[in-house]
């Protein structure tokens, strides 16, 4: 486990000096130690698919969770109606073009172009971190993907593709409850969410037992989480870290 410090930016006027940190993934490091310090997956780097960052995680803690009543609001919308198969990720064909074309045409439509390159999803692909890719039907037909990191203690809800016919039916929010519910049922300790920044990220905090990484520890003040991602527009600087930035000038 190697961390990496790198200047990011500042206000000296405020005495305030910002630095990033990222972490590269060696063999033998604990999976559930390194999200338990705040990282997640960086698949920007195509260099380094063993990196992850520090930021402004989300998580539920699975002990003693329950559905919530948004949450069985949006479970019946969807129960009884698919059908999912778990896949280890080693015997799942992940070269397939069909397949290929489902998450990138996901990605674009959804997210924007430049979103999800073949590039990024071929390091994401390699990264060795998935551990299974669930894959959702109704009625024979593909309705989602799900890529997964998780070891015996933890998962991660790492990215979600799915059928944009069903974007207004709340199909991506009952597919992230379903995985909740399943690590829960596995017996592991967390889930983690990704990130909460911005609005488009408040409806991940609509789950019970939700903590989120402050920078220094998790809390679970889900009031003062809704407060900050809502002003994050207004911290927003559109530059990488430098550590990064060679790499996007060698891939720019």
């Keep these: 486990m190697k961390i990496i410090t790198s200047e990011f930016a500042h206000s000296y006027r405020h005495f305030s000096f910002g630095y990033a940190d990222f972490l590269l993934h060696e063999k033998g490091d604990s999976l559930h130690k390194i999200y338990e310090r705040g990282f997640l997956p960086d698949s ?6 063993n990196l992850f960052y520090r930021a402004r995680s989300a998580r539920v803690k699975l002990h003693g969770w329950t559905p919530n009543s948004e949450n069985r609001r949006v479970l019946q919308k969807f129960e009884g109606k698919l059908q999912k198969k778990n896949i280890p990720f080693g015997l799942f064909n992940h070269d397939d073009k069909a397949f290929r074309s489902f998450c990138l045409t996901y990605f674009k439509n959804r997210h924007g172009e430049m979103s999800m390159p073949e ?3 071929d390091t994401i692909m390699k990264s060795n971190l998935i551990k299974n890719i669930i894959v959702y039907y109704e009625n024979n037909n593909i309705v989602a993907y799900v890529f997964e990191v998780n070891d015996s203690t933890m998962g991660h809800y790492w990215y979600s593709f799915y059928d944009l016919s069903y974007a207004f039916q709340s199909l991506g929010m009952w597919i992230m ?11 592991k300790k ?19 037992n939700l903590e989120y990484w402050t920078g220094s520890a998790w809390s679970d003040d889900i009031k003062a989480l809704k407060k900050r991602s809502r002003g994050d527009n207004e911290r927003t600087f559109d530059l990488p870290a430098e550590w990064k930035e060679q790499f996007h ?4």
Excluded: C, M, W
Excluded at 249 to 252: A, F, R, W
């Design 44 to 49: 920007s780097v195509p260099e380094h698919s």
């Design 119 to 121: 590039q990024k999803f």
């Design 177 to 187: 409850i379903d995985g909740v519910r399943e690590a829960k049922k596995e017996k």
């Design 190 to 208: 967390y889930y983690y969410l990704g990130t909460v920044y911005g609005d488009k990220a408040l409806y991940k905090t609509n789950f019970n």
């Design 249 to 252: 000038k060698k891939n720019s």
